[in-house]
């Protein structure tokens, strides 16, 4: 018997449910739990692993995939940075090429994609605001604000 066999069904269907669009509520409603429940279930360490293994279960018959989207991704490189022309159409249907291109469009698709191939596309890079102001003291003094720090630097030029 493996581990999985021993899991109780339940929590079994939970995952497959839970799988389906990710939404928690819905998946411990359709099981007869509260979503407090669902998520000690979820929680657990053999369900955790039940829910990776079918995770990569999905990922491996689906049509697309990591290598996939990275292939895309580097395919897209020149096109979204214009270093490339594409094949593009005009008003009157005449066929023309050019180095135009609609990176907008592209990187919805590539999100798409990404989502459905369980690829993690979004960048967690931090944001931080400064705002100088000039105190009217001379030109080479500055008052600077940094929000989210919540720190103030003050500075004049060494120069």
Do not use: C, W
């Not at 991704?73 to 180095?99: C, D, F, Q, R």
Request: net charge negative.
């Amino acid at each position: 018997m493996t581990a999985f066999e021993q899991l109780d069904e339940r929590k079994k269907l939970l995952v497959y449910r839970y799988i389906e669009d990710f939404n928690l509520t819905r998946a411990a409603k359709e099981i007869g739990v509260s979503p407090g429940t669902a998520k000690k279930y979820l929680n657990e360490s053999l369900v955790r692993r039940f829910y990776q293994h079918v995770l990569d279960d999905q990922r491996e018959i689906s049509l697309i995939n990591k290598s996939m989207v990275e292939s895309y991704l580097m395919e897209l490189k020149s096109k979204v940075n214009g270093e490339e022309e594409i094949p593009l159409v005009t008003a009157k249907g005449e066929p023309y090429t050019a180095k135009v291109f609609d990176s907008g469009a592209a990187l919805r698709l590539v999100a798409a994609m990404s989502k459905h191939a369980g690829v993690d596309t979004t960048v967690r890079a931090p944001v931080v605001n400064i705002n100088f102001n000039n105190m009217g003291v001379s030109e080479d003094s500055f008052n600077a604000t940094i929000d989210g720090d919540f720190r103030e630097i003050n500075g004049a030029d060494e120069g």
